[in-house]
């Protein structure tokens, strides 16, 4: 009877052995991907402001870090405290007075603004299809032609030289029906202008996006020199994380009012 109670106790001990193994491996797993899951199915944090939010709310109460320059500083100051101005906003395309000028193409961008790329994507509007383009591009100041396209097919081209940075220029569309060089045929656009951004002031908003640079800051400096629709995305980015700023607010609305108004004109402030 011994031997059968030694091997009773033996096969209880393995299976209690077994079984207590079998429920530690299982409360492993089920602690491991249980909490997984319920992270999963937890629904996320809010974001908190990030450290542009939080400088550009210093900022619309007038308070600046030593990380802002004075010279940025007093950028952003003129910006604020710019009083409203009223601009003039007469048709695109105005003061052309040829009927055929007014009537097929108007030139879109850049238009009355100052662009940072040296190589800029030049496009215009057309009423009707099938036409051949040649776009020339020259120096305001001294008027040479720094630029002319091959015959395109289609409303856009953007230059293959670089410009120079810190220069202004001239551009307008010549376009031919159906690819006719004669000059009765041909149509010519009005003769919009466009800036390239100085040297200085790519330093300036290459600098100032290195340092996780506010809305209000880049708007500012977008507006500083000229490059109204970049502006307008980050006052608008401003507005979202402050809307009930009226400061905000203003900036927004004056740089959506200068935008409209210059590139209805064609040319820079």
Same mark, same amino acid.
């Given at each position: 009877?011994?031997?059968?109670?030694?091997?009773?106790?033996?096969?209880?001990?393995?299976?209690?052995?077994?079984?207590?193994?079998?429920?530690?491996?299982?409360?492993?797993?089920?602690?491991?991907?249980?909490?997984?899951?319920?992270?999963?199915?937890?629904?996320?944090?809010?974001?908190?402001?990030?450290?542009?939010?939080?400088?550009?709310?210093?900022?619309?109460?007038?308070?600046?870090?030593?990380?802002?320059?004075?010279?940025?500083?007093?950028?952003?100051?003129?910006?604020?405290?710019?009083?409203?101005?009223?601009?003039?906003?007469?048709?695109?395309?105005?003061?052309?007075?040829?009927?055929?000028?007014?009537?097929?193409?108007?030139?879109?961008?850049?238009?009355?603004?100052?662009?940072?790329?040296?190589?800029?994507?030049?496009?215009?509007?057309?009423?009707?299809?099938?036409?051949?383009?040649?776009?020339?591009?020259?120096?305001?100041?001294?008027?040479?032609? %720094?630029?002319?396209? #091959?015959?395109?097919?289609? !409303? @856009?081209?953007? /230059?293959?030289?670089?410009?120079? +940075?810190?220069?202004?220029?001239?551009?307008?569309?010549?376009?031919?029906?159906?690819?006719?060089?004669?000059?009765?045929?041909?149509?010519?656009?009005?003769?919009?202008?466009?800036?390239?951004?100085?040297?200085?002031?790519?330093?300036?908003?290459?600098?100032?996006?290195?340092?996780?640079?506010?809305?209000?800051?880049?708007?500012?400096?977008?507006?500083?020199?000229?490059?109204?629709?970049?502006?307008?995305?980050?006052?608008?980015?401003? %507005?979202?994380?402050? #809307?009930?700023?009226?400061? !905000? @607010?203003?900036? /927004?609305?004056?740089?959506?009012? +200068?935008?409209?108004?210059?590139?209805?004109?064609?040319?820079?402030?």
């Amino acid at each position: 009877m011994k031997p059968k109670r030694k091997r009773a106790r033996r096969l209880l001990f393995a299976f209690t052995t077994i079984v207590i193994i079998g429920a530690a491996i299982a409360m492993f797993y089920g602690s491991r991907y249980g909490s997984k899951s319920a992270h999963q199915g937890r629904p996320p944090r809010p974001l908190q402001h990030d450290a542009a939010s939080a400088v550009d709310g210093q900022m619309l109460q007038g308070k600046f870090g030593n990380t802002v320059s004075p010279e940025d500083r007093q950028i952003v100051m003129a910006e604020l405290h710019a009083p409203d101005q009223s601009y003039p906003t007469p048709i695109r395309g105005a003061g052309n007075d040829s009927p055929a000028g007014k009537q097929q193409i108007v030139p879109t961008e850049p238009l009355g603004t100052t662009v940072e790329d040296t190589q800029p994507t030049l496009t215009w509007d057309v009423r009707i299809d099938g036409w051949s383009y040649r776009v020339h591009v020259e120096d305001r100041d001294s008027h040479q032609a %720094v630029a002319t396209s #091959p015959i395109l097919d289609e !409303a @856009i081209w953007r /230059l293959s030289t670089p410009l120079l +940075r810190g220069h202004s220029y001239l551009w307008r569309v010549d376009a031919s029906p159906g690819g006719a060089r004669a000059t009765s045929t041909t149509t010519t656009s009005p003769t919009v202008q466009f800036s390239v951004l100085s040297d200085e002031g790519e330093r300036e908003i290459e600098n100032a996006k290195a340092g996780n640079a506010s809305h209000i800051l880049l708007g500012s400096l977008y507006t500083h020199y000229g490059m109204w629709r970049d502006a307008v995305l980050e006052y608008r980015k401003l %507005v979202d994380d402050a #809307p009930d700023s009226p400061d !905000a @607010i203003k900036l /927004l609305r004056k740089a959506e009012i +200068r935008s409209n108004a210059q590139m209805a004109t064609g040319t820079p402030r």
